[in-house]
């Protein structure tokens, strides 16, 4: 049987409300008002956030070596397809090409999409995932695009945040300083104020 796949984008991402030190991983469908949130861990939220926001770790990261090895061996990654929802618990698959050879290989939602971002591949899922787990949020009248910047799990600083009183130069070195010490939520956070400025 030949479902109709239906393209995901990478809405953005949250604290989660529900599990302590978990995240949620928000996908939109492209040609839709659904969008699906998927509780994910620290590490691939991390992972995800650093891709999103430009960040270059000084050491590669757990996604980015798979990216490099799959270079090495001459293995590309045509797309991610989100293709069973059981019990509260996505199911994803790559579909990667080497030569002639198709290959599909099973992964957690949440590593999938860390790959996908870095191979620049577009993720899929079925109708009946987002009848079954697909909401729509009512911003009101705003219509908000896919395409803006997503949240990132290390929030937002207050007004009252210690990176308010920083200058730009500050905020670039202590940037600099959080990648160098692997410390990304922190990093995120810096980039976030350095964005917020440049407006």
């Known amino acids: 049987m030949n479902k109709k796949k239906i393209k995901l984008n990478i809405l953005g991402l949250s604290y989660s409300q529900t599990q302590s030190g978990a995240y949620a991983l928000v996908l939109a469908e492209e040609e839709g008002e ?34 490099s090895f799959a270079k090495a061996f001459e293995v590309q990654l045509l797309e991610v397809v989100i293709y069973k929802l059981e019990e509260g618990i996505f199911y994803s698959e790559l579909v990667c090409v080497k ?4 290959v599909r290989i099973d992964s957690r939602t949440s590593d999938a999409v860390a790959l996908a971002l870095r191979f620049n591949c577009p993720i899929y899922t079925y109708e009946d995932i987002l009848a079954k787990a ?6 009101g009248d705003s219509k908000e695009s896919t395409k803006t910047t997503p949240p990132r799990p290390a929030g937002t600083p207050r007004s009252g945040s210690p990176l308010a009183n920083k200058s730009l ?16 939520e922190k990093a995120s956070e810096i980039r976030d104020e350095i964005k917020r400025r440049e407006k």
């Open 99 to 102: 030569g002639e050879d198709i």
């Open 134 to 139: 697909g909401i729509v949020l009512d911003f």
């Open 34 to 67: 659904r969008r699906i949130p998927i509780i994910i861990g620290g590490v691939e939220a991390q992972s995800i956030a650093i891709k999103l926001e430009g960040l270059e770790p000084p050491r590669p990261l757990t996604h980015d070596l798979f990216l």
């Open 169 to 184: 130069e500050e905020l670039q070195t202590m940037l600099d300083q959080a990648v160098g010490e692997e410390n990304y």
